[in-house]
Every structure is written in C-alpha cells, then in structure tokens.
C-alpha cells in the first residue's frame, strides 16, 4: 500500500495527513490536529523530564502562563511514565 504524505512543513499539509491517517486506522479525527500532538509531545517530556520542565517549556516556545495551566497538573502512573520514556528518550 502506498501512503500519501502533503508537505508536513505547513499546518494544512499536517493537518491533511493526520486526518487521512486516522481514517486509514478506523480511527475517529475529529480534534485531531497538529496541535495536539504537540501538547501530547510536551506532556509527555514534562512528566518524563520534571527536572527539566523550563527547558521543555523553552524549547516548545510556551510562556510560563501557558505552561503552567496545561501541563503542570498532569497526572501519570508510573506505568504510563515507562511507556512513554521509550518514545521521548531521544529529547534528553
């Protein structure tokens, strides 16, 4: 099977491709955007990295405001933690 890809380097072209994706896997898309795969990506190294949590937020250019009210109130089990070590590793 070949897998069309749009230019991911603009917000339309990501958009497109997670939308055509998530049909392709029977998955619902609606809400699924560029954007939340940014904050899932950020949330996850807040709560794989809390000692470098202002250098997270630097890196995805939040202000403090921002990052204080998404992403410092996240609750993960430390299963869920493991999990996502495997996926973020590469930031450190």
Request: glycine share 6%; proline share 2%; with cysteine.
């Amino acid at each position: 099977m070949r897998i069309l890809v749009s230019d991911v380097s603009t917000w339309k072209g990501w958009s497109q491709n997670l939308e055509r994706w998530a049909k392709r896997a029977w998955l619902d898309h609606v809400g699924l955007g560029p954007k939340t795969l940014r904050k899932s990506w950020e949330s996850w190294l807040v709560a794989s990295y809390p000692e470098r949590v202002l250098e997270v937020f630097l890196s995805q250019g939040d202000t403090q405001m921002t990052a204080l009210s998404h992403y410092l109130g996240l609750t993960c089990t430390q299963a869920d933690k493991d999990a996502m070590l495997e996926y973020v590793s590469g930031w450190a």
